[in-house]
């Protein structure tokens, strides 16, 4: 697998920027140093990672988009690595990539007749590399496919999808589709026997299972996301979901959270017996006490604590809102700060295992601690309300929510709380965070007394 590291050249330009290098990597015989054409202000770039603490608006917005373009140069560049034969790799044959990508302009011929498929791929290239949702969207690109192959097999005829014949009629039949594919995967089994030829991918498909409500409604804003990009891009004059019927929206159940007593007898349990469930404690506890994503959670470092807070950028909004979050730490979050100093090899503030062994040590966590209130939840599949055990439905968003939870009933103000949690003002997302308590409903009736 090939690898890329940073450096920045020690010139600077007229602009007092300099130029962002590049280590390429790709077998023991070819290790390269390129230049990626991208600058940056010496100042804000520090051992290959870009600095935003407490920019103002304007600079951030600016650092994003650069580094964006550095993370898309990256990828496409591992991606030439791994598709194309080694033979024809060379410094030369990187420079030319690099030249392309900076500047596509020079290397415009006269306009083609893209596929469907084609275009699905430059979307993805162009909008969604490096990104935290690529990987959901080359679901959706795998979904489109099989789509193409089903309506093949059950019209018996060679149908293709185009984008200029992708009406809100078949908007709906490919949300129907998503939502029957466990059934279709049962009559036509051949569909899912070879591998996707519109996204590189050596996975086979695997059994569909049914899609809840909310999944299906993802999915479908995700389609109608590409569709909007080709309207701005000018492949076509009117997107499909203006005529379709309405995808609909998503269904949350009452919000769940454990309150402080109970993140208190968490934090306060004797896990001696189990050392390395105490380090998962610990690191959500930390969590509970920034409200932050564990996507965020797992990039910080020793450099992400300012001043006694934690600053960081969430992942999730960076690109449509790249605003820094900025939590000031209680002395039990800078407690925990200072026990893992060092600990980490990669350099991070807390030692991570994967995102799915947390929340199945989470659920550990909160059974060994006895945690396990019944609490009323939506079904994601059904979409019916049932009685589950907390501690069986624990997970890493939990703390999320019971950082949310916890100080609205507090302050019992969302402009407050959203600063906090990266929420911006008026967030209908916000809402599914916190719940308006008996507690919170008696002051209020308390003050028509």
């Known amino acids: 697998m090939a690898t890329i590291t940073r450096s920045l050249s020690s010139k600077v330009n007229g602009n007092g920027e300099s130029e962002i290098m590049l280590r390429l ?62 033979n024809l790799l060379s410094k030369e044959f990187f420079e030319d990539a690099i030249m392309r990508h900076n500047h596509p302009e020079l290397f415009e011929t006269a306009p083609v007749s893209m596929s469907f498929f084609d275009t ?59 939502i029957d594919e466990p059934k279709i995967y049962e009559r036509f089994p051949s569909i899912y026997k070879d591998v996707s030829e519109v996204v590189k991918t050596k996975r086979k498909p695997r059994k569909p299972e049914q ?60 896990f001696s017996d189990k050392p390395a469930l105490a380090v998962q404690r610990d690191i959500f506890i930390f969590q509970c006490l920034i409200g932050c994503r564990v996507s965020d959670l797992i990039e910080m470092t020793p450099e992400s604590i300012i001043d006694g807070a934690v600053e960081y950028m969430p992942n999730k909004t960076k690109g449509e809102r790249p605003e820094v979050v900025r ?84 302050v019992k103000d969302p402009s407050l709380v959203g600063v906090l949690s990266g929420h911006k003002e008026g967030s209908k997302a916000f809402a599914r965070y916190r719940e308006i308590d008996e507690d919170i409903k008696k002051e209020l009736v308390g003050l028509l007394d």
């Open 25 to 86: 990597s790709v077998s023991r015989d070819l290790r390269l140093r390129l230049k990626s054409g991208i600058f940056v202000d010496p100042s804000r770039f520090r051992d290959g990672k870009f600095i935003m603490p407490r920019a103002d608006r304007k600079t951030l917005a600016n650092l994003q988009t650069i580094s964006d373009n550095l993370v898309s140069l990256e990828s496409r560049l591992v991606s030439l690595c791994v598709n194309t034969p080694q």
């Open 120 to 178: 699905f791929n430059e979307y993805l290239v162009t909008t969604q590399d490096g990104t935290k949702l690529s990987s959901h969207y080359r679901v959706l690109a795998r979904l489109l496919e099989r789509y193409e192959k089903y309506k093949r097999k059950s019209t018996r005829q060679n149908f293709a999808l185009k984008l200029e014949e992708f009406t809100g009629e078949v908007v709906d039949a490919f949300k129907q589709f998503v």
């Open 327 to 410: 939590v000031p730490l209680n002395k039990r979050a800078m407690a925990l700060v200072e026990k893992y100093e060092g600990v980490d090899k990669k350099g991070r503030l807390f030692p991570f295992i994967s995102t799915q062994k947390y929340n199945d040590a989470i659920k550990s966590i909160f059974t060994a601690c006895g945690i396990t209130r019944i609490v009323t939840v939506l079904n994601p599949k059904t979409g019916e309300e049932e009685r589950r055990p907390i501690n069986e439905i624990a997970s890493s968003h939990m703390a999320r929510r019971t950082f949310v939870g916890n100080l609205y009933k507090k």
């Open 211 to 270: 899609r809840g409500h909310n999944a299906v409604i993802a999915i479908m804003k995700r389609l109608r996301a590409f569709f909007n990009w080709c309207v701005k891009r000018g492949y076509i004059t009117r997107t499909p979901f203006a005529s379709c019927t309405s995808i609909g929206a998503e269904k949350y159940g009452t919000p769940y959270y454990i309150s402080i007593e109970e993140r208190d007898t968490i934090a306060d349990h004797d």
